[in-house]
């Protein structure tokens, strides 16, 4: 176990449906990331967190709306997705102070549009 | 912006045999390369970082070798084990208050018993 959990683990969903994904962290850091990773791609990074500011969004498309309450807990909103939005989505954090600052990931949830 | 290119994307290796998966990047600011081993079903997880200020870091096993001049670094696992077997990642990132990984595409990585 690394700190940092993912629900749900496995998501099936229409195009019509929303939903959320959920992600919380137990190591104390300030700072928390989305990735998506498809087959045979990179991890592409979606949306950072720095003490629940939104510093980053790598151009995703408005169907995903990041939460983030806290600086233990991050959301993922679904809304109207594509085929194509189908992914392992990867939840990460870090301590951006200090060194070292690695990110430490959750399981992941992964998702199907039907 | 960063751009890491990963070599191969599949290894197979005897048991005991060395494993070595090479990447490239593009940025001359990145001062900080992880490696990252993914088994099915989990997230990626880090294995050994290098930071720029170093050419080579060693932890059991596993090694990873830095160079700057030609923006490459490598991992190395020597006596491979069926348990090594997993899609690794390297990433590639140039700092700043929350770091910005950019992972290569992964080498599925096959140690045969």
């Known amino acids: 176990e690394t700190g940092v959990t993912q629900t749900p683990r496995h998501l099936v969903m229409g195009m019509t449906n929303k939903k959320s994904l959920k992600c919380e962290q137990h190591?104390?850091?300030?700072?928390m990331y989305w990735y998506k990773q498809s087959a045979k791609k990179p991890l592409e990074l979606m949306f950072v967190?720095?003490?629940?500011?939104?510093?980053e969004n790598n151009s995703v498309p408005s169907r995903f709306s990041p939460e983030c309450p806290n600086s233990s807990h991050l959301f993922l909103h679904l809304h109207t997705l594509q085929p194509e939005d189908s992914a392992l989505y990867l939840c990460?954090?870090?301590?951006?102070?200090?060194?070292?600052?690695?990110?430490?990931f959750g399981p992941g949830t992964r998702l199907t549009v039907l | 912006g960063e751009n890491v290119e990963q070599h191969p994307s599949t290894l197979s290796v005897q048991e005991g045999d060395s494993a070595v998966i090479k990447c490239t990047y593009s940025?001359?600011?990145?001062?900080?390369f992880p490696w990252y081993k993914q088994e099915l079903g989990k997230g990626p997880q880090l294995i050994i970082d290098?930071?720029?200020?170093?050419g080579e870091k060693k932890d059991q096993r596993i090694a990873v070798t830095l160079n700057k001049t030609a923006k490459h670094f490598s991992l190395h696992i020597t006596e491979t084990q069926p348990e090594d077997s997993a899609v690794y990642f390297c990433?590639?990132?140039?700092?700043?208050?929350?770091?910005?990984?950019?992972f290569g595409s992964g080498t599925q990585l096959t140690v045969l018993p």
């Open positions: 990433a590639a990132s140039r700092g700043g208050s929350a770091r910005q990984l950019t």
């Open positions: 190591l104390g850091h300030n700072a």
């Open positions: 967190y720095n003490f629940k500011e939104q510093t």
């Open positions: 990460a954090s870090s301590q951006t102070s200090g060194v070292p600052d690695t990110q430490y």
């Open positions: 290098i930071r720029s200020n170093v």
């Open positions: 940025d001359s600011a990145s001062n900080y």
